[in-house]
DNA sequence: GACCAGGTCCTTG
DNA sequence: CAAGGACATGGT
C-alpha cells in the first residue's frame, strides 16, 4: 500500500459515510470573506461575523475596500485577530478589484496563474487561495487544512501539503463538484469523529495495516 | 482557567 | 530552511 491507496480507502470511507455533498454553496464575494475570516477560527464564529457584515452592508469586497476600518473591525470582532484580518480583508478586497474588477476579467485567467497571484497577497496562503479557488470561483483545486492533515495522519499518511494535494487532485479527477464534496466531506468527518472523545470509533485509522 | 479553533507572517538561529 | 512567536475572541 502507498500513500496514493491510502488516499483512494480515505475517500472510499467518506463516499460511504456521506454521499457526495454539497458545501460551502456561497456568493464569491462572501467566500472569499470567509476564507479570510475562518483562518485558525471556528465556522461559527465566522457566520456571526457575516450576519454583521450583511446587515452592515459590507459583505461584498467593494463595499469592504471603501469602508471605515472601525466599522469593519466591530464586524469582525468575535473571530479573532480582527486588526490582522480586516487589514486582511482590504488587501484581498482591493488586489480584486485592481486586478480584475469583474467576474468576466477573473474568468478568462488559467487556475494556476490565479492561484500564484493570489497568493502574493500578503494574508493569503495555500489554504485560503485554494478556498476562494475551489468554492468561489469552482476552479480545479483541492484545499489542504488543519482537518485534511490529521485525517491523512490518522489514515497512515503525512506528507506535505503540497504532496497531499496532488494526491487528491490525481485521486479524485477533475470533477469539481467532487472537489468541493469530498473536502467537505473530510470536515464533517473530522468534526465528528477525529476528538478525545470519539477518536477510538474513526474509521479511518483502520484503513492501514 | 487552561486549551483550542477550517492560518499566515515575521523574526531568529 | 525550521522553529518560535504574534495576532485575539469565543466556546469547552
Same mark, same amino acid.
Given at each position: 500500500? &502507498?500513500?496514493?491507496? #491510502?488516499?483512494? @480507502?480515505?475517500? $472510499?470511507?467518506?463516499?460511504?459515510?456521506?454521499?457526495?455533498? $454539497?458545501?460551502?454553496?456561497?456568493? *464569491?464575494?462572501?467566500?472569499?470573506?470567509?476564507? =479570510?475570516? %475562518?483562518?485558525?477560527?471556528?465556522?461559527?464564529?465566522?457566520? %456571526?461575523?457575516?450576519?454583521?457584515?450583511? @446587515?452592515? +452592508?459590507?459583505?461584498? !469586497?467593494?463595499?469592504?475596500?471603501?469602508?471605515?476600518?472601525?466599522? !469593519?473591525?466591530?464586524?469582525?470582532?468575535?473571530?479573532?485577530?480582527?486588526?490582522?484580518?480586516?487589514?486582511?480583508? /482590504?488587501?484581498?478586497?482591493? *488586489? *480584486?478589484?485592481?486586478?480584475?474588477?469583474?467576474?468576466?476579467?477573473?474568468?478568462? =485567467?488559467?487556475?494556476?496563474?490565479?492561484?500564484? $497571484?493570489? !497568493?502574493?497577497?500578503?494574508?493569503?496562503?495555500?489554504?485560503?487561495? &485554494? @478556498?476562494?479557488?475551489?468554492?468561489?470561483?469552482?476552479?480545479? %483545486?483541492?484545499?489542504? &487544512?488543519?482537518?485534511?492533515?490529521? =485525517?491523512?495522519?490518522?489514515? +497512515?499518511?503525512?506528507?506535505?501539503?503540497? /504532496?497531499?494535494?496532488?494526491? *487528491?487532485? $490525481?485521486? !479524485? +479527477? @477533475?470533477?469539481? #463538484?467532487?472537489?468541493?464534496?469530498?473536502?467537505?466531506?473530510?470536515?464533517?468527518?473530522?468534526?465528528?469523529?477525529?476528538?478525545?472523545?470519539?477518536?477510538?470509533?474513526?474509521?479511518?485509522?483502520?484503513? #492501514?495495516?
Amino acid at each position: 500500500m &502507498d500513500e496514493r491507496d #491510502h488516499i483512494e @480507502s480515505l475517500i $472510499s470511507v467518506l463516499n460511504e459515510t456521506y454521499g457526495t455533498i $454539497s458545501w460551502w454553496d456561497a456568493p *464569491f464575494d462572501e467566500v472569499a470573506i470567509g476564507a =479570510i475570516l %475562518t483562518q485558525q477560527t471556528r465556522w461559527e464564529n465566522v457566520e %456571526t461575523a457575516l450576519n454583521r457584515l450583511r @446587515s452592515a +452592508g459590507l459583505n461584498t !469586497l467593494a463595499a469592504i475596500a471603501a469602508a471605515d476600518p472601525a466599522d !469593519l473591525e466591530s464586524c469582525i470582532r468575535g473571530t479573532g485577530f480582527y486588526r490582522v484580518k480586516s487589514a486582511r480583508l /482590504r488587501r484581498l478586497a482591493t *488586489f *480584486f478589484l485592481d486586478q480584475y474588477g469583474g467576474m468576466e476579467e477573473i474568468d478568462l =485567467i488559467p487556475t494556476d496563474l490565479l492561484r500564484r $497571484s493570489l !497568493l502574493t497577497v500578503n494574508g493569503v496562503g495555500e489554504e485560503t487561495a &485554494d @478556498s476562494i479557488l475551489c468554492y468561489g470561483l469552482l476552479r480545479e %483545486t483541492f484545499v489542504i &487544512d488543519s482537518y485534511t492533515r490529521r =485525517i491523512c495522519t490518522c489514515a +497512515g499518511v503525512s506528507l506535505p501539503a503540497d /504532496r497531499l494535494r496532488r494526491i *487528491f487532485l $490525481s485521486a !479524485l +479527477g @477533475s470533477n469539481t #463538484h467532487l472537489l468541493r464534496s469530498c473536502h467537505g466531506q473530510i470536515v464533517e468527518y473530522a468534526k465528528e469523529y477525529c476528538n478525545k472523545k470519539r477518536c477510538q470509533e474513526c474509521r479511518i485509522r483502520n484503513l #492501514h495495516e
